[in-house]
């Protein structure tokens, strides 16, 4: 699957270069020239990593980082042209995955990029995810309780992917749908019918409806 790049740059000529790189690097990239544009987007399209400014029109990286933290733990690189310690340490206080100072090599933004993602990869091990008296084999479709095996839809294990994947991010009902059923045109609220079946037969608490909007994944200790 193409991962999606939300890159915040107000440079045009920085934004357009890194745009274009990233896209013949293979990724899927939106961009935003200010943070106020970035907030919008966030709200409303999923994305596996965030290449964000600092110094933005409007809303600054900071701002945008710690608004995006109450929602969402996928990746963030900063870009800036301050060299000095205090900016670098606040980035990684508002929770930061890495920082990248201006002039940059694009090549060396793309390797940050997919350490990145390495890292991200190994921290959701998404293959095989456990809770409590539940598991789920991704790769084999197939999930128990109490070690006693549940039948589950393909769509419904799918579903509780794309869920995992973006943790504590809340996920409209049109991402949903877009992400996982695409050109077919499902019946009115069918994502609801999902999330109560997965509800259901898992006895997952840690599905969170917010209301008027959609789901979220969130994991209760």
């Not at 600092?54 to 733990?73: A, E």
């Not at 990029?113 to 095989?128: C, D, G, I, P, V």
């Not at 006693?148 to 973006?166: A, Q, S």
Request: charged share 30%; proline share 3%.
């Amino acid at each position: 699957m193409v991962k999606r790049i939300l890159l915040v740059e107000d440079e045009e000529d920085t934004r357009e270069a890194v745009s274009e790189f990233l896209s013949e690097a293979g990724y899927h990239v939106d961009t935003a020239r200010d943070g106020e544009i970035a907030m919008k987007l966030l709200r409303n399209n999923i994305y596996d990593m965030v290449v964000l400014d600092i110094m933005l029109p409007k809303v600054n990286g900071f701002v945008v980082l710690n608004w995006l933290r109450k929602h969402s733990q996928i990746p963030v690189l900063m870009l800036t042209a301050m060299h000095d310690e205090y900016t670098q340490l606040m980035s990684f206080d508002e929770q930061a995955d890495d920082y990248i100072i201006k002039p940059f090599s694009l090549r060396l933004l793309q390797k940050r990029m997919e350490a990145l993602f390495r890292r991200s990869r190994a921290q959701t091990s998404t293959n095989l995810w456990q809770y409590q008296d539940i598991e789920v084999d991704f790769n084999g479709f197939c999930a128990y309780v109490r070690k006693e095996p549940v039948d589950l839809k393909p769509k419904e294990i799918l579903l509780l992917k794309l869920l995992l994947d973006h943790a504590n991010q809340v996920l409209t009902r049109d991402q949903i749908l877009d992400n996982l059923w695409k050109e077919e045109a499902p019946m009115d609220r069918v994502v609801d019918v999902y999330i109560k079946n997965l509800r259901k037969k898992l006895q997952l608490d840690c599905i969170v409806t917010i209301k008027g909007i959609g789901y979220k994944f969130e994991e209760r200790l």
